[in-house]
């Protein structure tokens, strides 16, 4: 399917545990990023990357690693979660970085830390 | 640094108007809007540049003050579809942060 996907879609998880959101897209947008969604906070920038290979931290990165070995993919990994993890999780995608271009959102993971 | 939004939340009839706003402690260059719906992506609106062009939504008009460095969307004859979270963002470098959101209700 064309456009950016997210799995898993729900996810329950014990504290300690590490776990991995997928992030897919199709388009082979050079920019990928990852949000987490708290009520109160909006959505709020954990990484982002520039293209296969480049990545940096956002305004929230601790406890989460990224990786990015190919264009259209961007796992975000939480080594021991923590139960602050428990969030809403989207990836989105841009092609080119410039003002006058959109971005594109993949419809979210919800991840509960017990 | 993260945008401001104002207000919270507005609830609306049918056919009223609204307006949220958008500011930025930061000098700003474009905003972009998005709406949320319950349990969904955000979803692109319109992008607003320094200099008055703007690109996307038909129906959602916006303003883009540098000098006041604020952004406001306006909804004007509000339809049921209007109803949302709404999120305005500003690029940093080419990171787009987004506030808080405005909750939108609109009533039949």
């Known amino acids: 399917d064309a456009g950016i996907t997210q799995s898993p879609r729900y996810k329950i998880t014990e504290t300690g545990r590490q776990v991995t959101l997928m992030c897919h897209q199709t388009?082979?947008?050079?920019?990928m990023f990852w949000y987490r969604q708290d009520l109160g906070h909006g959505l709020r920038l954990i990484y982002y990357?520039?293209?296969?290979?480049?990545?940096d931290k956002g305004e929230v990165p601790d406890g989460y690693v990224v990786s990015r070995s190919k264009t259209e993919n961007f796992p975000l990994t939480l080594e021991s979660a923590t139960r602050s993890q428990t969030s809403v999780y989207f990836c989105?995608?841009?092609?080119?970085?410039?003002?006058?271009?959109?971005?594109?959102f993949g419809p979210g993971t919800r991840l509960t830390v017990l | 640094q993260q945008p401001v939004q104002s207000p919270q939340a507005v609830i609306l009839r049918e056919g009223e108007d609204a307006v949220i706003n958008c500011s930025s402690s930061?000098?700003?260059?474009?905003v972009h809007w998005y709406r949320q719906k319950h349990g969904e992506a955000p979803v692109f609106l319109m992008i607003l540049l320094k200099g008055g062009e703007q690109k996307g939504h038909d129906k959602i008009s916006a303003s883009f003050n540098e000098k006041k460095q604020q952004s406001s969307l306006y909804l004007t004859a509000s339809q049921l579809s209007y109803s949302g979270t709404y999120f305005c963002g500003t690029l940093n470098d080419y990171k787009l942060s987004f506030g808080a959101g405005t909750t939108v209700t609109v009533r039949a």
């Open positions: 989105a995608s841009r092609g080119v970085v410039d003002s006058y271009n959109e971005q594109f």
């Open positions: 990357s520039a293209a296969a290979d480049i990545t």
């Open positions: 930061k000098a700003l260059y474009s």
């Open positions: 388009w082979s947008h050079s920019y």
